[in-house]
């Protein structure tokens, strides 16, 4: 039972990690590529962290793919703090209407970069699964 626990509280430490990783990448270091096609920090944006949990695949201690959506408040909670930091960091007003470009911008990435994080863990380990049986 202690075992679970510490995987669990382990993996939960792990997840918010992953989560301010996740905000770094796609909020900071994203924006300050400078002048590339959309494709490019597109795929930036969503290759680098799911390239970075490609270690949880082959992880006993972290027991549960969806663990990884601990690590979206975090997001926001930073998001909200540095509001208009990144908003500055992307082009966008908050003032005005410019708030809500701001607030949906700041809701769905984060929620997509996850979700992509969260596929690459479930079906890297049933692909890696299906390699070790073979």
């Given amino acids: ?12 430490i792990v997840s918010i990690l992953y989560g301010v990783f996740t905000v770094c990448i796609v909020f900071y270091i994203t924006p300050n590529l ?3 096609p959309d494709y490019v920090w597109i795929g930036f944006m969503f ?18 793919p969806a663990t990884i959506f601990i690590g979206i408040p975090v997001e926001y909670i930073i998001l909200y703090i540095n509001a208009e930091q990144v908003a500055r960091y992307f ?4 003032q005005g209407l410019g708030w809500f470009t701001y607030v949906f911008m700041a809701t769905t990435r984060p929620i997509a970069v996850t979700l992509v994080q969260f596929l690459v863990i479930r ?8 390699h070790l049986s073979d």
């Fill in 91 to 94: 082009a966008i007003s908050i």
């Fill in 123 to 130: 079906y890297g380990r049933k692909i890696y699964s299906k």
């Fill in 1 to 12: 039972m202690g075992t679970t626990v510490k995987k669990i509280f382990f993996s939960l």
């Fill in 47 to 64: 290759i680098v962290p799911a390239i970075a949990v490609l270690p949880l695949i082959r992880t006993s201690w972290y027991p549960f």
């Fill in 34 to 36: 400078g002048a590339v």
